[in-house]
């Protein structure tokens, strides 16, 4: 089963990019997660589909400013133009043999 | 627009049971895998079970095997987590969520359970 690793915070400027790491377990660098976005008193935000090429689907309604990059076993969330709305938890999840996996989750702090 | 609405949560105590529910729209129910996904206060999110579109397959987290039932209406585009034997450790918002292949792609609100006496 695969581990899926984030650090726990992050923190940028207003205005500026902040660029969030999840990292797959040795044996699972080919598998494909999904990014979300949790905030108090909100319903959990599904951002994006990310595959180990590279290649992303965002769901409904994401801004532009969210991107999403791999590499090796290393899959990027990138907020680009950082707005005060963007303060939240960030989670990674991915799946294996019927099992969902999620991250620790990383805070973004934007100062 | 797809709509995931849990219900059924509220106070329990230690060694109850609870049922929640999702009523589902916006989307053809039958053709995607569930998911049930839950937050303890100040955690992280732990996914709790998941059920196939056609309801014959089912899955459970370790932490519940054995006293969480899952299971789907797919006539009424609802979906039900039976829980019982239900400890404090199960205090949670409990989310229901849509699958997609393999990742979480739409989530509920969530509804609130918490264990004790």
């Known amino acids: 089963q695969p581990v899926v690793t984030q650090s726990s915070s992050a923190s940028a400027s207003l205005g500026s990019s902040v660029k969030l790491t999840c990292t797959l377990s040795s044996g699972h660098s080919s598998y494909i997660i999904a990014w979300h976005q949790l905030q108090p008193g909100k319903a959990p935000r599904y951002l994006m589909k990310l595959e180990g090429s590279g290649r992303y689907n965002k769901g409904s309604g994401v801004p532009d400013r969210f991107s999403g990059s791999s590499s090796g076993a290393d899959r990027f969330l990138t907020i680009s133009n950082l707005q005060s709305e963007d303060e939240a938890d960030y989670y990674c999840e991915t799946w294996d043999t019927n099992t969902q996996v999620f991250g620790t989750g990383t805070k973004v702090t934007v100062l | 627009e797809v709509l995931l609405l849990e219900s059924g949560g509220g106070l329990v105590q230690p060694g109850g049971s609870l049922r929640l529910s999702c009523a589902a729209s916006?989307?053809?129910?039958?053709?995607?895998?569930m998911n049930w996904v839950r937050q303890a206060p100040g955690k992280g999110l732990e996914w709790v079970s998941s059920?196939?579109?056609?309801?014959?397959?089912?899955y459970f987290a370790e932490s519940v095997k054995g006293r969480f039932t899952i299971s789907r209406d797919n006539s009424k585009s609802t979906l039900s987590l039976q829980m019982s034997s239900l400890r404090a450790e199960d205090t949670a918002l409990y989310y229901c969520?849509?699958?997609?292949?393999?990742?979480?792609?739409?989530w509920g609100q969530g509804t609130l359970v918490t264990v004790s006496s």
């Open positions: 916006g989307f053809i129910f039958t053709n995607y895998a």
């Open positions: 059920i196939s579109g056609s309801g014959d397959s089912t």
């Open positions: 969520a849509i699958r997609d292949t393999t990742v979480t792609t739409n």
